[in-house]
């Protein structure tokens, strides 16, 4: 299962910064490229935290839209339907600018709060 990996990678993250705290929350920005299902993600994260200081902590996500360049037309813009391609002129050559990243920006602990985890 694609999320139970990404749960895993966002529990380790996590765990890492909270050094022993107990975490309320993690907030988490998935780029829309990464074609999580949200659901899935929150049920796989809830797997993976138990046990850990992540148990019982709420997922937060924001996705994030997928931009590109286009190769051809020099052309910036969303990147909305597969295959990737770019809006003004069509062509598939283009390069992915953001809608790939797995980023945690902050966890909540139960005592402070810490911003920018990473
Ligand atoms: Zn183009």
Redesign the pocket.
């Known amino acids: 299962m694609h999320e139970l990996s990404i749960a895993s990678a966002i529990v380790a993250i996590a765990e890492r910064h909270a050094a022993g705290r107990r975490v309320t929350a993690v907030e988490v920005s998935v780029g829309h490229l990464r074609q999580v299902v949200p659901d899935s993600l929150a049920f796989a994260f809830e797997l993976v935290a138990e046990g850990t200081v992540i148990e019982g902590a709420e997922l937060v996500l924001h996705e994030v839209p997928a931009a590109g360049r ?1 190769r ?2 020099a ?1 910036d813009g969303p990147l909305t339907a597969f295959p990737l391609h ?1 809006a ?2 069509g ?1 598939l050559d283009v390069e992915v600018i953001r809608g790939e990243e797995l980023l945690v920006d902050s966890l909540e602990l139960e005592e402070e709060e810490m911003a920018h985890g990473c």
Do not use: P
């Open positions: 286009c051809a037309c052309t770019c003004a002129c062509s």
